[in-house]
């Protein structure tokens, strides 16, 4: 496809693979857009909505901005009881008020299954815009969830997650990545590049951070957080389509350690929903970064470095 004429207005669109598109509409003042929604990933309708809206919301923090408003996107099968849609919609309601966002209209189409998410608005300075492509030699990798969410919701699907884990799953993927946002978005730290882990996984998001920076990311397994239970049903093979398909994206510019069992590379390649915010901070501000993440309750976990070269690298 023909590239039209690039504005000189959008600061961000689609050719870094970034969580959002940013536009500049004054000296001080841009516009953040992005849009998702998804099928359940959890049987109960309240709880889906939560995680749903919570997943919308994710990419204008992931960009350093603050969300204004959302609208509803709605795809909802007629032979389903409408109470099932209310609940959803009460759901992403309960999240958007703990955000502080108003919902202010929306869409719904009659669909085969039902999905639900969000397009969201939201606001930041130009010269504060926090890209996924701004990584440098010398920063530190934070992040602010462990992995597991995609193999988790299989093992739901599939009736082999423990009440713990589930437990575990919808604690972590309805909380809002707003406190970390804030943080990473304040000014008290440098903040060189920043994403959200979602549905390319780790690897995935990483190799777009790093190639965005023309660098190359070196993460520690051993230091790397992953939901307890998931690496067991990864080994039992309770592993998602869209895993193993990110696995097959990520193999030209991922380098593992040699004999590296294919179910702990499939759990740093699982497609997260409403994953942590990963940032790249320098090494010289990590402490600071990870004392305003406690702070506000926020977990901060130090997974690896930037360094010359490019693609990412796996250590043991």
Not at 245 to 251: F, P
């Amino acid at each position: 496809m023909k590239k039209g004429k690039r504005d000189p207005r959008a600061l961000v669109g689609y050719e870094t693979a970034d969580d959002a598109a940013v536009y500049r509409v004054a000296k001080d003042l841009a516009v953040v857009e992005t849009v998702d929604f998804f099928p359940p990933v959890v049987d109960d309708p309240f709880t889906f909505g939560e995680i749903a809206a919570a997943n919308s919301l994710s990419d204008i923090w992931a960009m350093g901005a603050k969300p204004l408003f959302a609208l509803n996107l709605v795809a909802f099968p007629r032979s389903l009881p409408m109470d099932i849609l209310g609940r959803i919609l009460a759901g992403g309601q309960s999240k958007a008020e703990e955000a502080g966002v108003p919902i202010l209209g929306g869409h719904s189409i009659d669909g085969p299954e039902p999905k639900y998410g969000m397009a969201v608005t939201g606001v930041v300075h130009p010269k504060k815009v926090l890209s996924n492509a701004g990584a440098k030699v010398g920063d530190a990798l934070i992040l602010t969830k462990p992995l597991g969410t995609g193999i988790g919701t299989t093992a739901i699907k599939r009736a082999k997650a423990s009440d713990e884990l589930v437990a575990r799953l919808v604690d972590v993927m309805r909380t809002l990545n707003k406190k970390a946002g804030e943080v990473f978005a304040s000014g008290k730290v440098r903040v060189n590049a920043l994403t959200d882990v979602t549905g390319f996984g780790l690897l995935g998001h990483l190799g777009e951070m790093m190639a965005g920076a023309k660098r190359r990311a070196v993460i520690s397994l051993d230091r790397t957080p992953i939901l307890e239970g998931v690496p067991a049903l990864a080994r039992e093979g309770v592993v998602p389509g869209g895993a193993k398909n990110n696995l097959e994206y990520v193999a030209p510019f991922v380098e593992d350690p040699d004999g590296l069992p294919d179910d702990v590379k499939v759990v740093l390649a699982d497609a997260q929903t409403n994953g942590g915010l990963l940032a790249a901070v320098p090494f010289k501000d990590v402490a600071k970064a990870l004392k305003l993440l406690e702070k506000v309750s926020v977990p901060g976990y130090v997974i690896g470095a930037v360094v010359q070269g490019s693609g990412v690298q796996v250590v043991a």
